[in-house]
DNA sequence: ATTAAAAATGTAAGCGCTTACATTTTTGCG
DNA sequence: CGCAAAAATGTAAGCGCTTACATTTTTAAT
């Protein structure tokens, strides 16, 4: 069932049909009715191919990540996706893994699908030299690009991200206003957001002139969920002499760990041992005491995000970024 | 750059420029050369749209699923999707949420796209009453359907399940011939999947003849993160004096949650409460002590999902239904 | 009633590709 | 060398839609 179909069986031309499928004003209410009646009797969709040729768009916006199944990127997606649904948009997804290869070979496979935008979920797309990210620049030649999380400046790239800056100092802070005076700070990640989140803590640290030892900034290397292992490293922290009653984690997974350090040490949880987490995910909620953490409203990001781009689509200029500051919950696992 | 540029520059026709793009034999080597250099040289990639409206596909699929963020939804995503781009297919993601309603507009709307195939993950698109399904056997009336975790008899739709009832019944038997005798089962599901645990569990306690009461069986109503919920739900339950030394919970965070109520009632796991889970996702490591799970060997799974798939596309007949059981992970939630 | 402007409709030319079919070139064998 | 078959290449007709432009119809002011 094509356009002619319908243009044959109301009696009209298929500029007609056309019009009134996409509501041009140009059609008399009549004519208007007729056609959609036979449209509506015969069933017809019209072929997105087509569509997209003519038009040069079948409003589809490729979204990457390293791991869409990773607890945070997941949330992200999720939002994202509902509300380019609202827009009417769709979205391919591209999951890249962390491996800093395929990356660009990815985006070209967007890029070929003709997505009318790319939003690139999460920090680890940005490399520190500048040159590794033409990809971007490349597609943002063709398209406009957003990032959750992640800020590069490049023309028609806009960044929206939470100030993990700022979330980790005013963590750190509290943790000290608490009396913690020695706590390390966990890390997985060296990207765009993991270097603010330890400038942070940094920081809040060093103004209390408390950075005695390189060793209270513990990068985890392993599995982003290989959470015995990250309670192993900080086991093995402790035998080897550093002492810490206080964790300040990147990640709420990396939080829990410390959890369970604590538990399998026989620490209590404030008193011996706090513990502050980042992203406020459901994972706040899987043990006793409740986890304290950061929450960096992703939901309001995203939909920022998603307006963001909307209005560079209707041609009006926006702000290359745009900073959110995030929230720390206080739960149980600090004093 | 169109085709038409290359052919050009090249000095051949459309044609010719056509198949060294699609690899036909019919071109010679010297030509094909010849093309390919000038595509190298002036970097042409295909008009998607326009190869869309001639081959009538995109390769691409539709992912339908309640919610993307979901632990054990967000891994399959991620499985499938990475299965689906080596075999050189893109997905288009599409959230319904888990109200009964959408669920056929959404459908429609990746129809309109022009779809390859509609993976649907995830039990809840299946009702009880047959008729309601139409909008699938619709679906399947124009592109292959594949369910992971659900199974409707309809023409051209394909199931890969894993065999719940069988893992359940397992599971709950390994509770029960560790000593205990008056587990509970938590539920927050009752989809297909969700009904053939319910049943795997039934079945283990009927045969021990230990199935006294209906209370026995606990449906958890509330939203699907809301762990504090769920252990209210329990502690509630032993306030109102049903005795209980054992869960098994159709999920893990449900699990996690008879966790929390052991630590907040001062009950010792295992000794005085065993908690079986589902999934073996993360969650199983962020409690102490670890959870036994099961495992649906969800990769597998979704393997054969995409391998049948392609075989589908090759018009090889398949199976309906594949059943692939799951793996009872004893860790120390149980004795 | 006349007529210019506005509204509605139709015509046809793309959009960039694939592919059936036609034509030309190459191959290999008598 | 001649010729038929095979291989390579070209021509042109779609695929189903949008839209600029042309044409017809309606509106409304004189």
């Known amino acids: 069932m094509t356009i002619y179909d319908i243009s044959e069986k109301a009696g009209v031309s298929i500029a007609t049909v056309s019009r009134v499928l996409n509501g041009s004003s140009n059609v008399s209410e009549k004519t208007r009715?007729?056609?959609?009646?036979?449209?509506?009797?015969?069933?017809?969709?019209?072929?997105?191919?087509?569509?997209?040729?003519?038009?040069?768009?079948?409003?589809?916006i490729g979204i990457m990540c390293a791991d869409s199944s990773d607890l945070f990127l997941a949330k992200a997606i999720y939002y994202i996706e509902q509300k380019l649904r609202a827009n009417e948009y769709d979205s391919i997804l591209s999951c890249t893994g962390y491996e800093h290869k395929n990356k660009a070979a990815s985006m070209n496979l967007l890029l070929n699908k003709k997505v009318d935008a790319i939003i690139m979920v999460g920090s680890n797309f940005i490399y520190e030299e500048a040159e590794r990210n033409k990809y971007i620049a490349d597609a943002a030649a063709q398209v406009p690009v957003?990032?959750?999380?992640?800020?590069?400046?490049?023309?028609?790239?806009?960044?929206?991200?939470?100030?993990?800056?700022?979330?980790?100092?005013?963590?750190?802070n509290y943790l000290l206003s608490t009396g913690v005076t020695d706590?390390?700070?966990?890390?997985?990640?060296?990207?765009?957001?993991?270097?603010?989140?330890?400038?942070?803590?940094?920081a809040a640290m060093e103004l209390g002139n408390l950075l005695d030892s390189p060793d209270r900034m513990q990068?985890?290397?392993?599995?982003?969920?290989?959470?015995?292992?990250?309670?192993?490293?900080?086991?093995?922290?402790?035998?080897?002499?550093?002492?810490?009653h206080g964790v300040v984690a990147a990640d709420d997974t990396l939080a829990i760990a410390a959890v369970k350090?604590?538990?399998?040490?026989?620490?209590?949880?404030?008193e011996d041992l706090s513990v502050i987490g980042y992203n406020n995910s459901m994972l706040t909620?899987?043990?006793?005491?409740?986890l304290t953490s950061i929450d960096n409203t992703l939901e309001i990001l995203c939909e920022h995000l998603i307006m963001t781009l909307m209005e560079v689509f209707n041609g009006k200029e926006m702000p290359k970024k745009a900073v959110f500051s995030g929230q720390l919950i206080k739960r149980s696992t600090t004093l």
Chains 1, 2 share one sequence.
């Open 261 to 270: 350090y604590a538990m399998e040490e026989g620490l209590r949880i404030p």
């Open 183 to 202: 706590p390390i700070y966990f890390y997985a990640s060296t990207s765009y957001s993991g270097k603010k989140k330890l400038s942070g803590f940094k």
């Open 33 to 60: 009715k007729k056609v959609l009646d036979v449209i509506d009797r015969y069933g017809y969709t019209p072929n997105a191919f087509a569509r997209g040729l003519g038009l040069n768009t079948m409003k589809t």
């Open 285 to 290: 909620q899987c043990c006793i005491p409740e």
């Open 146 to 172: 957003m990032l959750l999380n992640a800020y590069v400046d490049i023309a028609n790239v806009y960044s929206i991200v939470s100030d993990d800056f700022m979330s980790m100092y005013e963590a750190t």
């Open 219 to 244: 990068f985890f290397s392993g599995s982003h969920e290989d959470i015995p292992a990250m309670t192993a490293q900080l086991c093995l922290l402790r035998q080897k002499g550093l002492a810490f």
